[in-house]
């Protein structure tokens, strides 16, 4: 265990529904991230928050909003999906300005 | 970030030493040597990292050679479940939030 949780690990949703995912860390962690990874691709970084302030939104379509209530949680709102959008999603967490990013186990999502 | 080079993939027995390089010749005085792993549909681990010196922890070696051009991380008695694919990341302190994982090596361990 890492110390970085992710509920659900799977979910399957049609492209009408609206879901969220949820990243908890356990590590005292100030910064925290969403990473995609489709199928025979690189992770992609979505958004950072840092300090609970987003510092970093890669061009991700709206159909995806995160949110961060505190240092500890870390939210993706998920809405409209499409099936091209299916994928693992990641969370990590790290301190401020340190490079070691801990990952959690992530949530396997598809998307009819 | 310096780029990295990494052979596709590798065997190793079950119980022998594993020896993952990683190429990184255009590397910067700056820049760390990490490495992650990820074991099939799981999140990444981080497992090591190290700027000049050798660096061992529980679960690997980091031996860095001493122009920093390439590395290798050692994993000294190899089981079935470091069977994952291996990333070798250089990037500087301060140089963005995202890790670029490339294509790793992927190492099967047999029995």
């Known amino acids: 265990e890492t110390g970085v949780t992710q509920t659900p690990r799977h979910l399957v949703m049609g492209m009408t529904n609206k879901k969220s995912l949820k990243c908890e860390q356990h590590?005292?962690?100030?910064?925290m991230y969403w990473y995609k990874q489709s199928a025979k691709k690189p992770l992609e970084l979505m958004f950072v928050?840092?300090?609970?302030?987003?510092?970093e939104n890669n061009s991700v379509p709206s159909r995806f909003s995160p949110e961060c209530p505190n240092s500890s949680h870390l939210f993706l709102h998920l809405h409209t999906l499409q099936p091209e959008d299916s994928a693992l999603y990641l969370c990590?967490?790290?301190?401020?300005?340190?490079?070691?990013?801990?990952f959690g186990p992530g949530t396997r999502l598809l998307v009819l | 970030d310096a780029k990295t080079t990494q052979p596709p993939s590798m065997d190793c027995a079950e119980g022998r030493a594993a020896n993952l390089p990683c190429n990184h010749s255009t590397i910067s005085g700056n820049e760390y040597v990490y490495w992650y792993r990820q074991i099939h549909s799981q999140g990444p681990q981080y497992i090591i990292h190290g700027l000049k010196n050798n660096e061992t922890n529980e679960m690997a070696s980091l031996i860095i050679t001493e122009d920093r051009k390439s590395s290798t991380l050692i994993l000294p008695h190899a089981t079935l479940r470091d069977t994952a694919v291996y990333y070798c990341i250089v990037r500087a302190r301060n140089s963005g939030y995202a890790l670029n994982f490339g294509k790793g090596t992927s190492l099967l361990v047999t029995p």
């Open positions: 990590a967490s790290s301190q401020v300005r340190d490079e070691t990013q801990y």
């Open positions: 590590l005292g962690h100030n910064a």
């Open positions: 928050y840092s300090l609970e302030e987003r510092v």
